[in-house]
């Protein structure tokens, strides 16, 4: 197989940037080359000649010399132009973008099957991990019933630290913002928005299903309660957040992002600091985890840098699953839930949402609690759900269909 030599133009010289300039330099066997970098600020001092650096996007994007776009830039908005505009000039791109891509995920796959130009993102979920290629091309079978796992770097690390080393939210934060770990706008990661995003990006390879942000339930961490926290403690839990998509029976799939409560044999309980971890279930393969660092200059770079080496030999996604898969929908109706609420006395939940409620505390001094079972899109309607002083956190155990009334 021939292999083909990349001439690339690189937007954005951040933490990914940098990092993916620095692993360049160590794999010469990748003929690859960085021939301009196209930057927004035109005062930070950069470590690299000034000539590389450009503020027009039009000189990467209109140089016939430039065949591949790495797109590394934070504002989706911008990205998504850079993006599609790259991919109907015929230059190929690479992006850790999953923010833009879930967005516009059917339009880019759309143009990418129009055109013939591949558009690779391996480092948008998960960063070192591979596993869009694995799940695009290794489970290409109808028999994976589900993925679960840990995918974002930033909230596992807080949660780390919080638990393991009892540090406050707030410092635990600051550290994975100075570690270069989080989002620009933290809010992302912290909400439970950047995992929903990748989870969106794994739907589309792991099940061929293709659905916006909006569809799925996000909760992220910052409403997690003391009470929450010292319940996990008291019956030796871990609070993470896992995002998780399961098929159920008669070709439906439920999906969401919801802090969990994990047992400390559990493989997700393994996962510590700004690591990933991803578990797939399939019929024959049974259960298999794959773990390693999900946020960061250097893993970030190294999927960048896999995709690069993939589009050497040609390589773009089939999104083979879209056709197999079509009888497949979004349920969230189909699906239940077992959850830990605590709440405050103006705020308690509408109980009559819950299919079944198992254990109610009230008490003034540690505040009230209810656990229950809720149907997934129940959940997801709930107005009290985002009421302040509210803290949903799911009880160990996966999703699963909904017993019939
Ligand atoms: N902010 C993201 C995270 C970066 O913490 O996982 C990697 O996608």
Redesign the pocket.
């Known amino acids: 197989m021939t292999r083909t030599d990349l001439h690339i133009g690189l937007f954005g010289f951040g933490v990914v940037g940098q990092g993916l300039h620095a692993v360049l330099a160590r794999t010469p066997g990748l003929r690859a080359r960085i021939g301009r970098i196209a930057v927004r600020s035109r005062t930070k001092p950069r470590p690299l000649p000034a000539e590389l650096f450009t503020f027009d996007k039009n000189d990467l994007l209109g140089d016939p010399a430039l065949t591949v776009i790495v797109e590394l830039i934070d504002d989706a908005d911008e990205a998504y132009l850079i993006v599609k505009e790259a991919l109907l000039r015929g230059k190929a791109v690479v992006t850790?973008n999953?923010k833009m891509l879930a967005e516009h995920l059917p339009e880019l796959i759309a143009i990418q099957q129009q055109t013939g130009t591949p558009l690779l993102y391996e480092a948008?979920a998960c960063?070192s991990l591979p596993v869009i290629r694995n799940l695009e091309e290794y489970y290409d079978t109808d028999l994976l019933e589900s993925v679960e796992g840990i995918?974002?770097?930033?909230?596992n690390y807080i949660l780390t630290a919080m638990h393991r080393d009892r540090q406050p939210y707030a410092e635990a934060l600051a550290r994975?913002q100075a570690l270069g770990?989080?989002?620009s706008n933290p809010a992302?990661?912290v909400e439970g928005l950047?995992a929903r995003n990748?989870l969106v990006l794994l739907l589309a390879h792991a099940f061929g299903l293709v659905v916006a942000p909006a569809d799925l339930l996000a909760v992220g961490i910052t409403a997690i309660s003391e009470l929450a926290t010292a319940y996990a403690r008291e019956q030796g839990l871990i609070i993470k957040l896992v995002a998780e998509a399961r098929r159920l029976p008669g070709g439906r799939l439920a999906a969401g992002v919801l802090p969990t409560l994990v047992r400390p044999g559990h493989e997700l309980a393994q996962v510590h600091d700004?690591f990933?971890g991803l578990i797939t279930q399939s019929t024959f393969a049974d259960r298999q985890f794959f773990l390693g660092r999900?946020?960061g200059a250097f893993p970030?770079a190294s999927a960048v840098l896999s995709d690069l080496s993939a589009l050497t030999y040609g390589y773009r996604y089939g999104y083979k699953k879209i056709q197999q898969n079509a009888h497949l929908a979004l349920a969230p109706d189909a699906a239940e839930v077992e959850v830990l609420v605590t709440f405050d006395e103006a705020n308690a939940p509408a109980e009559a949402d819950f299919s079944a409620v198992h254990e109610q505390f009230r008490s003034a001094q540690r505040g009230n609690y209810l656990t229950g079972t809720i149907g997934l899109g129940q959940l997801a309607r709930a107005a009290w759900l985002r009421r302040p002083g509210v803290s949903v956190v799911r009880l160990a155990g996966p999703l699963r269909a909904t017993m019939a009334p």
């Open positions: 850790a999953k948008a960063a995918i974002n770097g930033s909230t994975a770990f989080a989002e992302l990661d950047d990748k700004e990933n999900g946020a970030t």
